[in-house]
């Protein structure tokens, strides 16, 4: 027999070992000091408009080699993040990481499993992430839990699940073409869109998320709500949800929590808790009072790569009955069968219980780096997070040309700088040009939000690099930024 093609079989493995190993040192050696020095380095720096126009170069068909590769990652990419490694980074809601996350993800794709099934190790080391994390929110042992992409993925499968679950028919089966009740839910106006997101995909339409108006404190009116569902009811609707926030995304406020709970009790509703970041101050002794409820939803959703500062990406969504979740996303064709004896094995298919089938080593990160730190040591960080949010409150409250935009709830500080004698409307310009400024400093990189039609200078802190002085720094060189525009503004 005469295979020709098969005469110089090739692979993807290197040629030269010790020269891939030795370039693996060098990656390991400078990212370790990318790490160490990362305070050295502006916040943010724009990306110039030629390391732009070198990511449309075609596909190469030659080979460049692995250490070319390199050489430009370390040019062209490594100068130009975001820039939430660093100390004062403060936008949206994003985490940091950690150095032995990084290297923990090195190790997960060595061994490369697909943790959507099948009996091997990996499936056994997300089992216990996930225990661990029903233990860290008090949430019951019993419950079921699959690690997703984040929080976003994290309130799909939670929802899926309601709906299916409370449908009252085979939705699966049948979809939403069997109904003409139309199902309803609920949550306040802080929600957070991929909630709206995921409504729309689940084909209920926005429309069918009912947002129910906040107090002052950006928290959902419980008497609105309630009237809500009653006149829901009574026009034919089928309510069959409520989302909690455990941590608004605009001011990380939390909803009372205990009383979502008891109405979904009372009137036979799902109960969701969007625990994004928020979830996790349960960690702290102290602070868990706060999310008290938070442990009687029937799905709840969190991130572990924003307020457990793991690597991208990572996020988990809880579900109280694990008959509801896996009935909502099991399926087994002849492919799949899952077998008694040898590799394909094992209860844990985890691709029974999301949308994913082929998934990654998700769980090595959270393992390795709650067993390096221990969880006390996240606790304590979380609330040195919510004490150095306190500490920026009270620096923003001292100081006369700053301005507190909503309370402080948690980890989230919105305000603004104010001049005398400028409206609203000239303030949101300034301020809006002060943070564009501050960014492009590198200085410090909060974000933004608007409240009750207010441009808010938004710092949501889940950094476990940031220290006192970063948030002197930041009232500092706001109030610098402003007195200059005012100024400006007012010789025009
Ligand atoms: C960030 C966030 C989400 C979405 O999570 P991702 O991990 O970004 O997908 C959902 N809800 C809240 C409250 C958030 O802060």
New binding site residues.
């Given amino acids: 027999m005469d295979y020709p093609e098969l005469d110089h079989e090739e692979g993807l493995d290197p040629q030269d070992w010790a020269a891939m190993r030795e370039l693996g040192h060098h990656m390991v050696d400078d990212m370790m000091s990318y790490l160490e020095t990362v305070r050295e380095r502006p916040v943010w720096q724009p990306i110039p408009a030629e390391v732009k126009a070198h990511f449309q170069q075609p596909v190469p068909t030659e080979a460049q080699g692995a250490a070319q590769a390199y050489a430009e990652f370390t040019a062209q990419i490594l100068p130009y993040p975001l820039g939430n490694i660093h100390p004062r980074f403060w936008g949206?809601?994003i985490g940091t990481g950690t150095p032995l996350g990084v290297l923990a993800e090195m190790l997960a794709a060595t061994m490369n499993p697909n943790v959507g099934g099948g009996e091997h190790i990996a499936n056994y080391v997300e089992a216990q992430v996930l225990d661990w994390c029903k233990q860290m929110l008090g949430y019951p042992a019993e419950a079921s839990g699959i690690l997703v992409?984040?929080?976003?993925?994290?309130?799909l499968v939670g929802l899926t699940v309601a709906r299916n679950t409370m449908a009252g028919f085979d939705l699966r089966e049948q979809g939403l073409q069997a109904t003409t009740r139309k199902l309803v839910l609920y949550g306040s106006v802080e929600?957070?869109?991929?909630?709206q997101k995921a409504v729309e995909l689940l084909g209920l339409g926005n429309a069918a998320l009912r947002k129910i108006p906040v107090n002052a404190d950006f928290e959902i009116e419980i008497a609105a709500l309630e009237t809500a569902i009653a006149a829901d009811k009574a026009a034919g609707y089928q309510p069959f949800c409520i989302v909690g926030?455990?941590?608004?995304?605009n001011t990380g406020a939390i909803d009372d929590l205990s009383q979502l709970a008891d109405i979904c009790q009372r009137e036979g509703l799902w109960y969701h808790v969007?625990?994004?970041?928020?979830a996790l101050a349960a960690l702290s002794p102290a602070l868990r009072p706060r999310l008290a409820g938070m442990e009687r939803a029937d799905s709840l959703?969190f991130?572990l790569?924003?307020w457990m500062y793991m690597p991208y990406?990572v996020?988990c969504t809880l579900v109280r009955n694990a008959e509801d979740h896996r009935r909502a996303f099991s399926l087994t064709p002849a492919y799949l069968t899952h077998g008694e004896r040898g590799m394909a094995a094992g209860s844990l298919w985890f691709s029974d219980y999301g949308i994913q089938l082929s998934r990654g080593f998700r769980a090595l990160k959270v393992w390795m780096s709650i067993k390096e730190h221990g969880l006390d040591k996240y606790a304590r960080i979380i609330e040195q997070n919510v004490a150095q949010c306190r500490y920026l409150t009270a620096l923003v409250e001292a100081t006369p040309e700053l301005e507190l935009l909503a309370p402080t709830a948690l980890n989230i500080v919105c305000f603004r700088y104010v001049a005398a004698g400028m409206s609203d409307e000239q303030l949101n310009a300034l301020n809006h040009e002060l943070l564009i400024q501050l960014q492009e400093a590198g200085i410090a990189a909060p974000s933004s939000t608007t409240l009750n039609g207010r441009f808010a200078i938004r710092v949501a802190n889940t950094n476990q690099r940031s220290r006192r002085e970063d948030f002197d720094l930041l009232v500092r060189e706001v109030v610098r930024f402003g007195k200059t525009l005012a100024a400006t503004s007012r010789d025009e």
Avoid at 191 to 195: I, L, Y
Avoid at 245 to 249: F, L, M, R, S
């Fill in positions: 949206w809601v992409s984040g929080g976003s993925m994290a309130n929600m957070h869109s991929s909630v926030n455990a941590g608004t995304v969007d625990g994004a970041f928020g959703a991130d790569h924003k990406e996020g």
